[in-house]
Each structure stands twice: as structure tokens, then as C-alpha cells.
């Protein structure tokens, strides 16, 4: 038997056409998105605003000073006349941190005793205020470590320090949030395009009344389920590999991994969604319900508890193992290895086997549903 | 015509019966419907009508029963069942974010026609809705009687021998309905039946035969001339006076009167007396201090059949 699922394909084609917020949710929204987070959701720190309020006035004090302003992290804002001025900067947000350097700072350096400064950041957006510590942290006891080495040249001997680490970052040199975040995106553009838009295309025929006229017709229901999910699936792939494409030029996230490898984990991972789609409009009777399941179910779950922004490690125990429930998860996971590290599908099996039951389940499911109620 | 033995028939339907948990839709209904005729379906709202065409479409399985639909048995063949009718339901059905050619080229494609025989079809359905140039307007700029054409073209695209119309008048305007029912007769007179539900009287005067359901029963079934001749015995006065309320409950409690009901200023009155009731009447009104302007015996109508039909049934539902 041969399946008449053209006239449907075509219907939808011409729905979607014609339907621009439609068109847009499909292929703008993602285009926009990878916008706003390559550029916007932004964790790298940089060009932290310092004010220094310098009691000392010596070489000394102004050599440490220099040594934090040289870098890209620090950029010197105000130098400060008095310590009242310091609560000030901060409130109004002129400055991010403040360096108060005591009058005896130099003196006690140079006769080899301990000095102190005092380091006051603002921390009212954690994130940031543990960062420009860890900095602050770094950019001091390298000066230290300069001065120790000095003390000890001067008195004529060798200086070394017992461990010195040398990290050398893979993948993501750079350390560039948006290399980590596009991969990572594919999972929400996906599912939007998928789960959200299936769901409404099929709950909106029941809503108008045409799906009755459907089932009153000699169409199968499987005819009916493939004709209305196939659209959506090569517009997923539009999508994402416009996407691919953007990231690229904005982002420079180039795949360094196998084209088809990645591509198979999109499909595998779109007809996972596509099927949870499908299980929401066999349960849904209204384009709002509809909606609001498709939303609670996949995209804030993708967006929470894939590990597209917050790290799973440092979640609850709890919400660990719930985060196992999620294919976005481990769709991410494949996708950032095979698009920043480049590896092969040895590496990424498990996560594999994982999508393909994931899917073969949520599919298994959805369509007994979908067809008992469409074949009534 | 499928293969199996219908006498004729375009549907028979056989004890059919379907529940919804303790509440019974539609309650062992048998009757036969006759090849090229219209089938009128009458009957107050919720009283089984839409079920039972649910039920003969295949979008409902029967709780118990059986029904013969253009040869097919209903829910062992329902693909066949399927391929043989058109359904169209008082919503319509049809994609408002297409033109009027794409709705008519997805539902070709839906019932397999393609080529030749499309474009044939094609051309039909839009001389038939009179939609000849608006070929590419959007269906949702349409107005009611348009669509309510261009859907029952889509419904029979693929020239089914049987055609299902449920409410198909609803929400149009009288001069559509009365384009839509020449429709009907245009249909009927090319050997398809119709099968239509209805609660319009005067549309149900138009049917060859009537089906008369109340409760999820059939309560009456047979042309409108031979219903109406069911209350040959009775005789029919249409009074006018100023308090029809009053005067509708001064006449119940008379012993010689079977029924009365309002019609919009006047009311009607049922006897079960063969004599003429005119005087009895106007003695009744008269000791109540009422005044009637008028009482005309009159040609019972299809209203006055049913509602006389709803009352008997009440009436043995109350002794039981």
C-alpha cells in the first residue's frame, strides 16, 4: 500500500506560508536567538571598572595598580581621595571593585614584612563579583610572587616556586561563552520547532473542525500523523542548519566533527520531539493547552535541565537524575563534543543508544494514541 | 455497493445503540434509509442526532448494533465505508488560511483524484458554490453561505453515493439556506441520498422521509404527509386572545384537551374529540374573563406532530 501523504505535506506547506508568525517562530526566532545569546548571555568578564584608593602614593603601590590595568579584566575607573568615596563608587555603579591600598603598604614591603591590601567588590551580581575576585585574587599574588622574587635576586639567591601550573585549554581556548552556548542552542530551537509546532498544527485541526472531516475521509491515520510531521521536520533541518551557518560567521563555531554523525543526532533528536508533539496533541483539546504543555514540557526543561547554561554537576541530586529524563541532555552532550572537540561516534555511543530509545519510546507511545483517536 | 444484501437501501441500521458511560445517546434505533432519497434526521438539541451520523460516518464506534452504510458494514469496513460518503458537518470544515482552489485541490488529494478528473471535479465544485472567479480568494473573506457551499462540494468532490449533512444549515442566513436546499433536491434527483439533520421544521417538510428521534430513541418515521396524518384524530384550533399563557393553562385543565403549545402570538389547542371545539374553547376563555380575537381550526404541521409525539412519549415516561 502506497501512503497518500502529499495532499497533506502540501496543505501544510501553504499553511505555513501563509501564516508569518508562524514562519517566523520556525526560522527567524532561532536565526535571533543565536543573536541575542552569542552576543547578550555573555559569562566572560572582562573590563571590570577598578577604583583605587591609594594611601601610600609610592612606586610600589603604583607598580601593583599597573599590573592589574594591564590586563583585559581591570580597566581603571577612579582614583579615589578618601575612603568615604569607595561605599559611593559602588552604589552608583561607577565602579565594580575597589582597591584600597594602606599608607604603609610600600614601607613594609621593602623591609620584608607581610603587606596588606584590601580588595571590597560589589556583589550584587554574584557571577560577575566571584570572577573579578578570582582575578583579583590572581592579579595579586603574581605581584607578590614578582616582589618575593626581587627580595630574594637582591640577597643573591635563586628564586623558584615549588608547583607551577600551566593549564592549557582545549576546544574552547578562548574560553568564549559562545562557542559553549550555540551547540547548546540547537537543543531549544528544536524542540520549538518541533514539539511546539506539531502539537498546535495538529490540536488546531481539531479545534476548526477539520479533523473530523479528516477522519470521516479514507485517509489513514498514519497517512495523516507522517503528512503533518514532515513539513515540520525539513524546516527543523532549514533551521538548524541556518544556525550552523550563523554560528560560523558570527561565532566562528566551526564543526570539527563528522557533518553526518551530527546531523544524524539532529534527525534522531527531531523525531524524538516530533513525537512528543504528537503525544501532547493526542491529550490536548485547545491551541492554549496545547501551547502551555508543549512549553513546560520541553522548553523549559531543555532550557533548565539540559545543561545548556547551568551546569548539571552543581544541581541537586535529585534534579540530577531527573535531568536523565531530558534528551536534550544528552543531545547536548553529543553535539558539543562532535561540534567543538571533533569526535568520532565511539565517543558518543552511549548518548546515542540513549536518543534512539528515547525516541523509539516517546514515538512508540505517541503514535498508538494518535492513531486510536484519529482512526475512531 | 458493497457486498453486503441491503434490499436497496442506501443504509440500514440495526439495533444500534451507544453509551457514554451510564447515559445512553442513542438507544436501540433500527430504520432504513432508501437509495436517492432525502433523509431527514429531526430532533430537539442533545437528542441523539449528531451521535447517530458520528456513528453511520465511522468517526464513532457503536456501543451495540449494526449498520449498513453503501453496502459496507460500519466499523468492521469502515475504509470502505469511508471511501463511499461525504460528511459535512454545520462547522463547516474547510482551511480559512487557503483559497477557495486550495481547499478544493487538498480535499481532491485527500479523496485520491488527480489528472483529468480533478480539474473536472474542480470545475464542478466551483460553478456548484457559484464561486466562478474567486477561485484564489482566501476562504476566510467568504461569507456563510459561500463556505456552507464550498464545503459540501469538498464533501462530495469524490462523488460518494451517500452524502451525511449534519446541521448543515446552521449559522446561515434564510435566503442560503434556501440556495443550499436546492442543492439537496439537485443532489437527491441525481441518485445520491442524503442523509440530513435538522431542527428546522420547514426543513424537515422538504425531506421524502423523517426520523423523528427524542431521547436517543426514534419516536416516529415516514414522510411528512403521513406523520401529519397521525393526528387525524385530534383537531387543531390556532387561538389568539391577549393572555395566551393564561388562557394555555385554563384550557389544560379541561378533560377534552390533549395538548396546547405556544406559536409565536397565538397558541394551538389539540383535541381528542371528533366534534367540532370551537364553542368549548370560547366557553372556556370566556369563564377565565378572556376575550379570544380568533380561533381557526387548522392543517396540523410537522411542529404540531412532534410536539404531540414528545408529549405521548413524556406522558408514558411519567406512568412507568
Known amino acids: 500500500m502506497t501512503l497518500n501523504i502529499l495532499p497533506i505535506v502540501k496543505k501544510e506547506f501553504r499553511q505555513i506560508r501563509r501564516d508569518k508568525r508562524a514562519l517566523g517562530i520556525l526560522i527567524f526566532l532561532p536565526a535571533f536567538m543565536l543573536l541575542l545569546v552569542g552576543y547578550a548571555l555573555n559569562f566572560d568578564v572582562k573590563h571590570l571598572k577598578l577604583a583605587v584608593y591609594d594611601e601610600d602614593r609610592s612606586s610600589r603601590s603604583r607598580e601593583l595598580v599597573a599590573s592589574m590595568t594591564q590586563s583585559d579584566y581591570f580597566g581603571l575607573a577612579l582614583a579615589l581621595d578618601s575612603k568615604a568615596q569607595i561605599d559611593r563608587v559602588l552604589e552608583n555603579g561607577d565602579a565594580h571593585l575597589a582597591l584600597v591600598i594602606p599608607s604603609d603598604f610600600s614601607r613594609k614591603l621593602d623591609s620584608g614584612n607581610e603587606a596588606t591590601v584590601q580588595v571590597i567588590i560589589d556583589g550584587s551580581n554574584s557571577n560577575s563579583a566571584t570572577t573579578a575576585g578570582g582575578y583579583m585574587a590572581q ?84 497517512e495523516i500523523i507522517i503528512g503533518k510531521t514532515i513539513p515540520y521536520l525539513i524546516i527543523a533541518l532549514f533551521s538548524s542548519t541556518l544556525v550552523l551557518i550563523l554560528g560560523w560567521l558570527l561565532f566562528d563555531v566551526s564543526v570539527r566533527g563528522d557533518l553526518l554523525l551530527l546531523y544524524s543526532a539532529i534527525l534522531l533528536f527531531l523525531i524524538a520531539g516530533l513525537a512528543q508533539g504528537m503525544l501532547i496533541s493526542s491529550v490536548a483539546e485547545t491551541q492554549q493547552v496545547a501551547y502551555l504543555m508543549s512549553v513546560f514540557s520541553s522548553l523549559l526543561p531543555a532550557f533548565l535541565l539540559s545543561g545548556f547554561i547551568f551546569p548539571i554537576q552543581s544541581m541537586p541530586v535529585a534534579l540530577q537524575v531527573f535531568s536523565n529524563l531530558m534528551a536534550t541532555k544528552f543531545f547536548l552532550s553529543i553535539l558539543r563534543s562532535i561540534i567543538l572537540k571533533g569526535v568520532g561516534f565511539e565517543a558518543v555511543w552511549e548518548q546515542f543508544v540513549y536518543l534512539i530509545i528515547f525516541a523509539v519510546v516517546v514515538l512508540g507511545i505517541s503514535s498508538a494514541r494518535l492513531k486510536k483517536e484519529l482512526s475512531r | ?127 456548484m458554490a457559484g464561486l466562478r472567479g474567486k477561485e484564489a480568494m482566501l476562504t476566510h473573506n467568504l461569507s456563510g453561505g459561500w463556505k456552507q457551499r464550498l464545503a459540501l462540494g469538498c464533501a462530495i468532490l469524490h462523488e460518494p453515493s451517500i452524502v451525511f449533512l449534519d446541521e448543515p444549515t446552521g449559522g446561515v442566513d434564510p435566503v442560503s439556506r434556501r440556495n443550499f436546499w436546492d442543492l439537496i433536491y439537485t443532489l437527491s434527483h441525481s441518485g445520491i441520498t442524503v442523509f440530513v439533520t435538522t431542527h428546522y421544521m420547514d426543513e424537515a417538510e422538504h425531506c421524502n422521509t423523517i426520523g423523528f428521534i427524542y431521547s436517543g430513541k426514534l419516536i416516529a418515521l ?47 389547542v389539540s383535541t381528542g374529540e371528533s366534534e367540532e371545539a370551537k364553542p368549548n374553547i370560547r366557553r372556556v376563555l370566556e369563564r377565565g374573563r378572556m376575550t379570544a380575537e380568533r380561533i381557526d381550526r387548522i392543517v396540523p404541521s410537522l411542529e404540531d406532530v412532534f410536539i404531540h409525539l414528545i408529549a405521548e412519549v413524556d406522558q408514558g415516561a411519567g406512568k412507568t
Request: proline share 3%.
Open chain 1, 139 to 222: 592579579a595579586i599574588l603574581a605581584y607578590s610572587t614578582r616582589v618575593q622574587a626581587e627580595w630574594l635576586e637582591q640577597r643573591g639567591r635563586a628564586f623558584t616556586i615549588p608547583l607551577d601550573i600551566r593549564p592549557r585549554l582545549l576546544y574552547n581556548p578562548e574560553l568564549k561563552t559562545a562557542k559553549y552556548l550555540v551547540p547548546g542552542l540547537f537543543g531549544l530551537i528544536l524542540m520549538i520547532a518541533t514539539v511546539i509546532s506539531t502539537s498546535l498544527s495538529i490540536v488546531r485541526e481539531k479545534e476548526m473542525g477539520t479533523m473530523e472531516q479528516l477522519k470521516t475521509s479514507p485517509l489513514r491515520a498514519e
Open chain 2, 222 to 268: 415516514g414522510s411528512p404527509t403521513e406523520l401529519k396524518h397521525r393526528l387525524d384524530r385530534y383537531q387543531i384550533y390556532e387561538v389568539q386572545c391577549e393572555k395566551p399563557v393564561d388562557a394555555m393553562e385554563l384550557l389544560q385543565q379541561q378533560s377534552w384537551v390533549r395538548e396546547t403549545s405556544i406559536f409565536g402570538s397565538s397558541f394551538h
Open chain 2, 1 to 127: 455497493m458493497g457486498t453486503n444484501n441491503t434490499n436497496g437501501y442506501a443504509v440500514t441500521v440495526e439495533g444500534l445503540t451507544k453509551r457514554f458511560g451510564s447515559f445512553v445517546a442513542v438507544d436501540n434505533m433500527s430504520f432504513n434509509v432508501k437509495r436517492g432519497e432525502v433523509f431527514g434526521f429531526l430532533g430537539p438539541n442533545g437528542a441523539g442526532k449528531s451521535t447517530t451520523i458520528r456513528m453511520l460516518c465511522g468517526l464513532l464506534d457503536p456501543t451495540a448494533g449494526s449498520a449498513v452504510v453503501g453496502g459496507y458494514q460500519v466499523g468492521k469496513e469502515s475504509d470502505l465505508v469511508k471511501a463511499n460518503i461525504g460528511y459535512m458537518s454545520q462547522r463547516f470544515s474547510l482551511y480559512e488560511d487557503l483559497t477557495v482552489e486550495q481547499n478544493i485541490n487538498f480535499y481532491g488529494g485527500v479523496y485520491g483524484l488527480e489528472g483529468a478528473r480533478l480539474r473536472e471535479r474542480k470545475e464542478w465544485a466551483v460553478l
